[in-house]
């Protein structure tokens, strides 16, 4: 069982886009990808802390409706 890491911003996105999102968006101060109707705002770090990434994460599974475990982020 492998846990959770930091990651590139690159590669966050590539993993969102793997999970059924949309773009990378320009907002007016933010960019953003989509899931049907609803956006997520993309930080513009370089690199996403772990505490980052699990806060974003648990975003992600608002939207989706449903837990990623570190597997399978991790797999993506």
Request: charged share 25%; glycine share 8%; hydrophobic share 40%.
């Amino acid at each position: 069982m492998s846990g959770w890491a930091p990651i590139k911003r690159r590669e966050f996105v590539r993993r969102l886009q793997l999970l059924g999102f949309e773009g990378l968006f320009q907002g007016t101060r933010h960019q953003f990808v989509v899931y049907r109707q609803q956006r997520l705002t993309v930080p513009s770090n370089s690199e996403f802390s772990v505490p980052q990434l699990r806060m974003m994460i648990r975003e992600i599974e608002g939207i989706l409706g449903r837990k990623i475990s570190a597997d399978e982020w991790n797999e993506l």
